[in-house]
Antibody, heavy 119, light 110 residues
Framework: EVQLVESGGGLVQPGGSLRLSCAAS????????MNWVRQSPGKGLEWVSI????????YHAASVTGRFTISRDNSKNTLYLQMNSLRVEDTAVYYC????????????WGQGTMLTVSS | QSALTQPASLSGSPGQSITISCTGT????????VSWYQQYPGKAPRLIIS???KRPPGVSDRFSGSKSGNTASLTISGLHPEDEADYYC???????????FGSGTKVTVL
């Protein structure tokens, strides 16, 4: 079964750090670009970060550049998001999402993990 | 980055057709790589249209996509009760901003 399972969410104080993980199974993880997409409570979707299949190229949304770092370990079929200097406005459900093999869309999504940034 | 503009809500009766618009700028749609996602409350989004018009395997042919100028559209033909959900468009922008999502449309089946 094709699956993405996020973990690592929780409650963090403003200025704190947290690392999210996303475990992949059922497909060739190492051949697919991976993304993080977030959704604030009651709000729409926001693309956060992307990493190439090899991990050699990464890009981040302007709202998180300099604070968040996406990475992957293809030997462990796992995607990560290191989040530093967290702000209240980073509160959201964080989804990992797999980019399609041809084109630009997300065809596999995890169930999401909730991050709450609050004092 | 600014979100693409979608109507906040649309409704229709079973069997009717509705069209959800997704409006942006010319730079938002420069690559003609528009996708649409369906999301039920508390669930992850699901890809229903990619590359403006392509349906992934398993997606009903009642869903169709199109684009004209700076507006992309998703049409749901013959509404079913299970089509009641939130719908988001997305576009691949460029090598800096990468992806932008629409503001989302809540579809209600009356």
């Amino acid at each position: 079964e094709v699956q993405l399972v996020e973990s690592g969410g929780g409650l963090v104080q403003p200025g704190g750090s947290l690392r999210l993980s996303c475990a992949a199974s059922g497909f060739t993880f190492s051949s697919r670009a991976m993304n993080w997409v977030r959704q604030s409570p009651g709000k729409g979707l926001e693309w956060v970060s992307i990493i190439s299949s090899s991990g050699g190229r990464t890009y981040h949304a302007a709202s998180v550049t300099g604070r968040f770092t996406i990475s992957r370990d293809n030997s462990k079929n796992t995607l990560y998001l290191q989040m530093n200097s967290l702000r209240v406005e980073d509160t959201a459900v964080y989804y990992c999402a797999c980019e399609v093999t041809v084109g630009r869309a997300f065809d596999i999504w995890g169930q999401g993990t909730m991050l709450t940034v609050s004092s | 980055q600014s979100a693409l503009t979608q109507p906040a809500s649309l409704s229709g009766s079973p069997g009717q057709s509705i069209t959800i618009s997704c409006t942006g700028t010319s730079s938002d749609f420069a690559y003609n790589l528009v996708s649409w996602y369906q999301q039920y409350p508390g669930k992850a989004p699901r890809l229903i249209i990619s590359d403006v018009t392509k349906r992934p395997p398993g997606v009903s042919d009642r869903f169709s996509g199109s684009k004209s100028g700076n507006t992309a559209s998703l049409t749901i033909s013959g509404l079913h009760p299970e089509d009641e959900a939130d719908y988001y468009c997305s576009s691949y922008k460029d090598n800096t901003i990468l992806y932008v999502f629409g503001s989302g449309t809540k579809v209600t089946v009356l």
